[in-house]
């Protein structure tokens, strides 16, 4: 139930010009029941001029009446149509407080230092830096790098969690697949190598020439055995 924007001078008004218990007007209005005694006693609210909710669009006169008649009844605000407003993001930089800018390079440093793969582009975004003071400081030529910390931007206040993470997926699913698998070898080159492992094997092999008189030596012997046993 939508209670109105000031709720003093609503129960001022309903006070004065209805018969609404004292509990139908500090339900409505979201306030203690002692405090709308207090209120009809002047005790509270004195110079406080009413605010008619018919006026506003809070209440209606049918629904004054109706809870008039039954004291136990709750009063019921009426429901304006609210307009769907597009979801418009702001354009431009970040802003930050004054009081933060300082920690701008703190968290810059953390960042390249336990995230290399976000880009120069998303760093601007969660901090709200510039590029220039990116690469200052990614090159130690900052006027203050020798006094820079590494601070965590969320911590400081710079970005959300969310937006952080966001920023950090975005730049994983942006790199190359990297693969450890060989690449596969064509049939002309499998036939090569194939080649090349017969001929290693094939250097090994005694030539014609060896194998004739390898041959003939063994004839020899045995016709020397021949002649000697006869």
Known sequence: MAQPLMPKATAVWLIDNTSLSFEQIAEFCGIHVLEVSSIADGEVAQGIRGLDPISTGLLSRAEIERCQNDPTAPLKSLKRPVADLPDVKPRGSRYTPISKRQDKPDAINWLLRHHPELSDNQLVKLVGTTKTTIS???????????????VDPVVLGLCTQIELDTAVQKANANKPAQTAEAPALSPLEMESGDATHDNKDDAFAPSLDEQTTENAKSEAMISAENLFKN
């Open 136 to 150: 200052a400081v990614r090159d130690r030529t900052h006027w203050n790098s020798a006094n820079l910390r590494l």
